[in-house]
């Protein structure tokens, strides 16, 4: 499968705990973004990366969220001292500059 | 305003009726334009680009109109297996891809 791939599919931690998500991009994808999407609404953008610079960080993204892509591959999105509030589900895209992106099937969290 | 609006709908329509969708950006420097569909619990997937001069894939045209800064969605003899949330994608000057909220289709028999 050369699609968006996200790990895990599904997620469910307690309030407070860290959790990390991981998406590997289309290989040759130099943007990766992730987004987060709730129940009847659009997704919302949260960060990109340019190959592996973080080009771009939401005002949603708090200071309990971090991403990184270090070699410019896969990504991964850590957020610290889980809020019900962050139970949602968490998409991956990535694309080529200016053209169309691509999902991965996304994480769903539940915080409990 | 948001970067991205849409009318949520939903719009309920039969089988066989045509069906239009706008949407207003707000960055006029915005440069590339999608629509994507996304499935009840699925990711949203691509459905078409949108170009400035207009494009036609099968049932689905859509529009760009930079002056008034929107984009259009018309889908004719619409099926059932259109069912689903539409959503409008704008790609501004910063490289990142901002969503609209979606439009929730349903078309009943």
């Known amino acids: 499968d050369t699609g968006v791939s996200q790990n895990p599919r599904h997620k469910i931690t307690k309030r407070g705990q860290n959790v990390t998500f991981r998406c590997d991009p289309i290989?040759?994808?130099?943007?990766l973004y992730w987004y987060r999407q709730t129940l009847g609404q659009g997704p919302e953008f949260l960060t990109y990366?340019?190959?592996?610079?973080?080009?771009?960080k939401s005002r949603l993204l708090s200071d309990r969220f971090s991403a990184e892509r270090p070699k410019g591959s896969f990504s991964t999105l850590e957020i610290q001292r889980t809020e019900q509030g962050d139970s949602a589900m968490y998409l991956c895209?990535?694309?080529?500059?200016?053209?169309?992106?691509?999902f991965g099937q996304g994480t769903r969290l539940t915080v409990v | 305003r948001k970067e991205v609006e849409q009318d949520p709908g939903p719009f309920n329509v039969p089988e066989g009726a045509t069906v239009a969708f706008n949407c207003t950006y707000s960055?006029?420097?915005?440069?590339?334009f999608f629509w994507y569909r996304q499935d009840c619990r699925k990711e949203p997937k691509l459905l078409m680009s949108?170009?400035?001069s207009g494009n036609e894939d099968g049932r689905f045209t859509a529009q760009l109109n930079r002056a008034s800064q929107y984009i259009s969605l018309l889908i004719r003899d619409s099926k059932l297996s259109d069912s689903a949330t539409y959503l409008c994608v704008v790609n501004p000057p910063g490289g990142d891809m901002r969503f609209g909220a979606g439009t929730r289709l349903t078309v009943k028999p």
């Open positions: 960055n006029s420097a915005s440069q590339s």
């Open positions: 949108v170009y400035s």
């Open positions: 290989s040759e994808h130099n943007r």
């Open positions: 990366f340019q190959n592996e610079a973080q080009l771009e």
């Open positions: 895209a990535s694309s080529l500059t200016g053209l169309e992106a691509f």
